[in-house]
């Protein structure tokens, strides 16, 4: 399903034909390294630059022998270079070429992600101006609790993505690293300059220690921000869906001409996108927990990291990267029916101004306890007497009018009151 929507972009990062050019470039950036260093002979470099090259094919089959990615690779960009293919992966172990190429990997996937997260970004900021006074119910545990605007929900989830952006440019950082150390990372058959200029060729960090592998809690940290910024969406959908239940019908995920909900009623207009990426964010947080499995290998490295991350690095960056546009598209075109909010405002029919009712009392000079106890009593009133108007009640109530003239009470269920501040938010968020 996935392929089916994900952009090629991402897709072709992780395919086997970019895995090992990008393992070719790092084989090629040692060999330039130690040239310039004087290691091996600068024509030899030369040489090696020009017809470097790999053949997919014949890796497949070279490997059917070797059982070895990396010798069959090795084996397949030796018939392209020739005799001075003697020099390419010189005192190099198999994981200095892929932990090397991962991190080139990586790095390249959350550069589409953080540019992905920024059209995200200015999306989640436009609506959050466009709706900034479109009054709607705020709930607590699904239940109504106080107004709020569409515009502040956006407004959050602008704030919560700008975190999600500072994490992806930490976990890039945190995986902008190689190694090209040798066997246990000791640099016995190596020179370390070499590792100091194959990476700056590739513009990557010296990790500052290794042993065979660079170490996991780098990968797990980058699984662990993708999981994140799943949740997020997540969250995002979530609340999408349940705004387009039925009996709220405050906003509704696209619906296109000749879109289709059920096989069998035709009325259907489901939140399948929204669904997608709530049910997706479920595959990040597991591949992150195998991530975090990864960690602790044995002794200087073990395989048991690879297998694991052959599957769960792919599918988390291509996961996630469908899922930001999933929701882009979503938001973009999100149907808002701002009448609605409206109605369902004052569906409880004035039991959201409580909370002013009560404080308002306490100003009269009562304590907190009477003060609850009387605009509860009324507010449960109003709430099982389906017909019964919360102001109305308090209206004839002698306890509240002993203290307020009609004009007071009026002016106590007021929209505008619950939504003076929301401007205030705006600009801290927005400054």
Known sequence: ?????????????????????????????????????????????????????????????????????????????????????????????????????????????????????????????????????????????????????????????????????????????????????????TYANIDPRVEKETLKILKLQVAPVSTQILQRDRHAQVLAVIAIVGGSLEKLATEIRHLQKTETLEVEEPFSEGQTGSSAMPHKRNPVNCERVAGLARVLRGNALAGLENIALWHERDITHSSVERIILPDSFIVIHFMMREMIAVVKDLRVYPENMLANIWKTRGLIFSQRVLLALIDKGLSREASYKIVQKNAMRAWNDRKSNFKDLLLKEKEVMRYFSKKEIESLFNLDYHLKHIGTIFKRVLK
């Open 1 to 185: 399903m996935i392929n089916r929507y994900t952009l090629p972009e991402m897709g072709k990062i992780w395919t086997e034909d970019n895995r090992f050019r990008v393992m070719l470039e790092v084989e090629v950036a040692a060999c330039t390294a130690m040239a310039k260093l004087g290691l091996i002979p600068t024509k030899s470099a030369q040489i090696i630059r020009k017809r470097a090259n790999v053949s997919i094919s014949q890796v497949t089959e070279f490997e059917k022998v070797t059982k070895h990615d990396v010798t069959a690779f090795l084996k397949s960009v030796a018939q392209f270079v020739g005799s001075e293919s003697r020099f390419i992966h010189k005192g190099l172990t198999s994981s200095d070429v892929l932990d090397t190429a991962l991190s080139l990997q990586m790095c390249q996937s959350l550069d589409i992600l953080i540019k992905v997260t920024d059209e995200f970004l200015a999306l989640l900021r436009k609506k959050a101006v466009q709706y900034k006074n479109t009054a709607m119910m705020g709930r607590s545990h699904g239940v109504h609790a106080e107004p709020v605007t569409l515009g502040l929900k956006f407004l959050l989830f602008y704030e919560e993505f700008k975190r999600n952006r500072a994490r992806l440019e930490r976990a890039r950082f945190a995986v902008s690293v190689g190694k090209i150390s040798g066997a246990v990372g």
